[in-house]
């Protein structure tokens, strides 16, 4: 071992143990910030490892540097682009989006060894095979996950929509065809490695079978499904390092596939599915005509002002964010009404369902970037028993996860489903835009119950108008 191989042995122990630190903060609100800096400078102090290990090397063409270079520097302006540009709202799709990179990064390292096996030396006979099979892994891995990732992506932004066919068996029997192309040409590949016309199948049938099995996934399943490809992606680029001989792409990898695949048990938990149902089940919107439809009849509606006197009589108030508050950006206005509340002693917390909005965690980061205290932040099984001593739940943009059909009605498709009980609380207001049903296309009977009122209109401006309501009644100038 020369001295660049051992100083690229040392950065690469470095990254990984920063790397493992940087996982294991993002679990954290309070450190996830500086958790994903951490993660961020462990992935760069490893490019900067590959870099050493190859000015070491003789042989390295001045073209080969020049890509280098370029990538580098392409790469990590779009990075920083959009970090800055992208609005909470499509976050979701931008993390599909990454996921979607990640697997196709590892698709491409895998297929250019393939098809030039001298790139990665010549090792020993059962080096090859460790290596073949691999290849195989990583191809069939990172085909799935580019072309899922880009189907999520593009069902979250409203691009997309599942065809009718695709709710039907005939997607089962297309998929098991695909299953059966992709295994051929793996077995193929394996057994010839040099075999280019199966390395070019397995590409084609599993891209085609990651659209095949995401395309018909509805919208209440996608925190699953991206929780899902973050993992695969993991998987992914363990493989590549199998195949291109990294130990540091080796341990992230598995460190990231093994992340995501807990976090997917995680959100299955959470919306009482299971990862099979998920995958081959189709959308649970699908699902929604079998029960729980049906026209709202006894709805008590109120205007802000209403609200805000009977936040100023309260004690506890409880805040359920949902996707609808990501929509309208008004985290920084809940901010600052919650801010006078608790300037007028009124306690607030903030109920965290696992699958609110349309990824893993997405209320947690919303809520972090309008700086609310972590220690407010409660998870379900904690909040749920603390309902029937609230005095005041406020619902902004939430449905399925606050809708008591999942404990009531055995006929609606949500039902058994782990929900938050605000309905056991002295009064909730409800701000929705309209009386639209959530992701699984489903009554709410929360908004009829005789303790619920709506406040229609837009997030911000209700919280706004409510802001202003408070400020009139002196609230927040007390004590």
Known sequence: MNIAETLKFAIDLVAVLLLALGIKGLSKVRSAREAN????????????????NYLGTSGIAAEAWIWIIFGTVVGGCLGAITAQ???????PETVALFNGCG????????????????????????????????IVVSVFVGSITFSGSIVAMAKLQGWLS????????????????????????????GRRGDNVSALWLLVIGSG??????????GGADMPVVISLLNSYSGVAAAAAGFVVGSQLLIVAGAM??????????????????????????????????????????????????????????????????????????????????????????????????????????????????????????????VINPEFPATDVVLVLGANDVVNPQAKTDTSSPLYGMPVLDVQEARTVFVVKRGMS???SGIKNDLFELANTSMVFGDAKKVLGDLLVELKELGVGKKG
Not at 37 to 52: P, S
Not at 208 to 217: K, S
């Open 103 to 134: 697997g196709m990064s590892s698709l491409l390292v895998a297929f250019g060894v393939a098809i030039f096996p001298t790139a990665a030396g010549a090792g020993e006979a059962g080096s090859a095979v460790v290596e073949d099979i691999s």
């Open 437 to 439: 049903a959530g992701y």
């Open 256 to 381: 990231v596939g093994a992340a995501g695949l807990i976090l997917t048990q995680v959100m299955c938990n959470g919306m009482n599915r299971s990862l099979v149902s998920v995958l081959f089940g189709g959308a649970l919107g699908a699902s929604a005509a079998s029960g729980g439809g049906g026209e709202y009849k006894n709805i008590t509606s109120c205007s802000a002002e209403e609200c805000a006197l009977t936040l100023e009589a309260a004690e506890r108030v409880v805040i359920v964010p949902g996707y609808g508050l990501a929509v309208a950006q008004a985290q920084h206005t809940l901010r600052e009404v919650t801010r006078a509340l608790e300037a007028a002693g009124i306690e607030v917390t903030y109920a965290i369902h696992p699958v609110a909005g349309r990824m893993p965690g997405h209320m947690n980061v919303l809520l972090a970037e309008a700086d609310v205290p972590y220690e407010q932040l409660k998870e379900m099984d």
């Open 162 to 189: 599942t065809p009718p066919w695709m709710q039907s068996r005939v997607r089962h029997a297309v998929n098991i065809a695909l299953a059966v192309m992709s295994l051929v040409a793996a077995i193929e590949l």
């Open 208 to 217: 085609l079978l990651g659209i095949g099995v995401t395309l018909p996934i």
């Open 37 to 52: 800096l951490l993660a961020a400078f462990a992935m760069a102090l490893a490019v900067v490892g590959l870099i050493v």
């Open 85 to 91: 540009r992208v609005p909470m709202t499509s976050m």
